[in-house]
Structure formats: structure tokens, C-alpha cells
């Protein structure tokens, strides 16, 4: 290789290299480990961000509160164009925070709930309200459990959309009254408490009060499943 040639190659390694004006120290490096027309490097950067909020926290934190307050509606705005285009980001980012932080959450969530009793039954009986035949399967599935009978995972939903009318009365029901967990119960054909199964052949959805006047009886009337 000739000298010129040499020459050439070398100059052209040190134009894609550059000297930290913080770190010279650290010879010449990468220009992509600068921001473009900045002659500190990142990493120089970033500890003279870190070393100046420090240093002027409450004046940062104040401007910033002000800032927010004068312009509510655009970083508002801006917060859930954020939030909206890093949905991944946002959750990965929790999940990681949880388990490098989980005893400081349980211990945190212990405290909220001991110092707000009120609060966590209010919360309980909204959720157990809205979902009440997800409580309901649970709790008739572990009573089956325990008697020994057969037992199966019941998606209440289905049979709302199966059965079209009571079957201990023989009325239809309305649209609104097949999903309605006030109105209407999923009802165990053959009682739990009489061993019956826990079992999409073993229930049947019924009105709410026809359900209540059976109670743990076994009735004489069976379903026509299938509508």
C-alpha cells in the first residue's frame, strides 16, 4: 500500500471520530456516541443533566408546575399522544418497575388498605355487582368441589345465550332479562346441596324470582336446552 494511500485511509478513521471537550481523556470516539452538533458526548451529557437538576430541583420542578398550569390543555394533549403511541413501552416498563419494586407495592397496598376500609368494600361490592356471575360460578364451583361431584369451568354467558325461556315457568325471556343478573339466575337443575353436578347439562337460566321460590328443592320441571 502506498504512503498517500495510507494517509488517506487514516484521515478518513479520524474524520469519523471526535474528542469530548468533557473527556479528552477518553481519546477520540464514535460520532454517534455525540448528539449531532454537540461536542460533549452523551454520556458527559447526561451526567451534567443529572448534576444540574440536582442542583436545581425546586426551581425546575416550580417552572415546570407553572408551565403545566398555563397550558393545561397542550400537555394534556401531548401526554396522551405519548401514552397512546407507546402502549408497549408503558407496560413493559411497569411490569419491570413492579418486580424490581413488588415488597415496596404489597407493602404500600397493605398500608392503602388498612387505612381505607371503607373504600376497598365499597370498591368490592361495585366489582362483585358487576360480575356477578363470575362470582357466582366460583363460589358453585368450589361447593361442588367440596361435596365431590362433577364439576366443570362454566362460562355463565353461554347459557344466557342458550336458553331462551325460564324453565320452571315456560316464559320466554326478553332480550334484556337473558343478561340481566338481576332478573335472571343460572339455575342448578338438580341442587348442589342434593349432590348435582356442576355442569352445563346441570343448569338451566331461570327468572330470579322463580329461582328464589325453588330455592334447594329438586322441581319436577326440566329444560329444553337448545332453545
Known sequence: ????????????????????THC???GPQPLDAFRPGHNRCRECTKAYQRAYYKANRERIRTSQARYAAENRDGVQAQQRRW???????????????????????LEQAKQWASENPERIREHKAKWTSRNADA??????????????????KLDYSLI????????????????????????????HVVPIAKNGPH???????THARCN??????????????GG
Open 135 to 152: 362470582v357466582n360460578e366460583k363460589s358453585r364451583r368450589y361447593q361442588a368441589r367440596k361435596r365431590g361431584a362433577t364439576v366443570e
Open 160 to 187: 344466557r345465550g342458550r336458553d331462551e325461556a325460564c324453565y320452571l315457568c315456560e316464559v320466554s325471556f326478553s332480550e334484556a332479562e337473558r343478561f340481566d343478573t338481576k332478573l335472571t339466575h343460572v339455575d
Open 199 to 205: 355442569s352445563y347439562a346441570n343448569t338451566a337460566l
Open 83 to 105: 401514552r397512546d403511541s407507546n402502549v408497549e413501552h408503558r407496560k413493559e416498563y411497569r411490569r419491570a418497575h413492579y418486580e424490581a419494586n413488588r415488597e415496596d407495592y
Open 1 to 20: 500500500m502506498s504512503r498517500r494511500n495510507r494517509e488517506n485511509i487514516e484521515y478518513t478513521i479520524l474524520m469519523d471520530l471526535k474528542t469530548c
Open 24 to 26: 479528552p481523556e477518553n
Open 212 to 225: 328464589l321460590a325453588k330455592g334447594d328443592r329438586l322441581s319436577d320441571r326440566r329444560p329444553q336446552q
